[in-house]
């Protein structure tokens, strides 16, 4: 499956335009509020994304290991929080710019849901970009390998998670928010699903 590399681009942009205003209405201390990402306030969501985004466009991407993310996190903790915003806007544009983005530009729209989730927002998985995201991730469990999943969502549309020309293995039946919440293992307890053939674990999709 290829994907123009438009769409990339126009997700980083819709997270940008939908993520921000809620970041700038934001209270300073709910900024240190804990998110699903182990040990990460809504802060540090946001330094990972800024610097992973940057350094994917600039060409000084490292492996993205724990250890690796961990210190980009504290090398921005000096910043004040109108400092950190400025950074990541300035992330997102570049980002979207570079044809480089498509090796994360899905994992940054899922920090925001993680980011909005913290933040108490509804529909912290299912904002605005979620079709493009839908887009990226059936190209996303391809590439993963899923069990062949057959997925319809709470609105009516389909999809398929893993190879379209597999035999089924798997049906699930959910909405946009739980089906990233099962993919990205995001408390995928919370969504109101009815998976048969697999298990949620085997649907995982992010480290």
């Given at each position: 499956?290829?994907?123009?590399?438009?769409?990339?681009?126009?997700?980083?942009?819709?997270?940008?335009?939908?993520?921000?205003?809620?970041?700038?209405?934001?209270?300073?201390?709910?900024?240190?509020?804990?998110?699903?990402?182990?040990?990460?306030?809504?802060r540090d969501v946001i330094a990972h994304c800024a610097t992973a985004l940057t350094r994917v466009a600039?060409?000084?991407a490292h492996d993205f290991s724990p250890e690796d993310n961990q210190a980009d996190v504290d090398a921005k903790r000096h910043l004040a929080i109108p400092e950190l915003l400025s950074e990541l806007e300035a992330a997102y544009e570049l980002g979207a710019a570079s044809p480089e983005i498509f090796r994360v530009a899905l994992g940054e729209w899922v920090?925001?849901?993680?980011?909005?989730?913290a933040l108490g927002e509804p529909g912290a998985y299912a904002s605005e970009g979620a079709d493009d995201a839908l887009i990226l991730l059936e190209q996303r469990s391809r590439i993963r390998e899923a069990p062949p999943t057959d997925v319809t969502l709470a609105d009516g549309r389909t999809l398929r998670l893993g190879d379209p020309d597999a035999d089924r293995e798997a049906e699930l039946e959910t909405d946009v928010e739980g089906l990233f919440r099962i993919v990205a293992n995001r408390r995928p307890e919370l969504a109101v699903a009815e998976l048969t053939g697999v298990t949620i674990k085997e649907l995982k999709l992010f480290s």
């Amino acid at each position: 499956m290829t994907l123009a590399p438009e769409v990339y681009g126009r997700l980083l942009r819709t997270e940008r335009d939908a993520l921000l205003p809620i970041l700038r209405r934001t209270p300073g201390e709910a900024f240190d509020r804990p998110t699903v990402c182990d040990l990460w306030s809504v802060r540090d969501v946001i330094a990972h994304c800024a610097t992973a985004l940057t350094r994917v466009a600039t060409g000084t991407a490292h492996d993205f290991s724990p250890e690796d993310n961990q210190a980009d996190v504290d090398a921005k903790r000096h910043l004040a929080i109108p400092e950190l915003l400025s950074e990541l806007e300035a992330a997102y544009e570049l980002g979207a710019a570079s044809p480089e983005i498509f090796r994360v530009a899905l994992g940054e729209w899922v920090h925001g849901g993680d980011i909005r989730e913290a933040l108490g927002e509804p529909g912290a998985y299912a904002s605005e970009g979620a079709d493009d995201a839908l887009i990226l991730l059936e190209q996303r469990s391809r590439i993963r390998e899923a069990p062949p999943t057959d997925v319809t969502l709470a609105d009516g549309r389909t999809l398929r998670l893993g190879d379209p020309d597999a035999d089924r293995e798997a049906e699930l039946e959910t909405d946009v928010e739980g089906l990233f919440r099962i993919v990205a293992n995001r408390r995928p307890e919370l969504a109101v699903a009815e998976l048969t053939g697999v298990t949620i674990k085997e649907l995982k999709l992010f480290s």
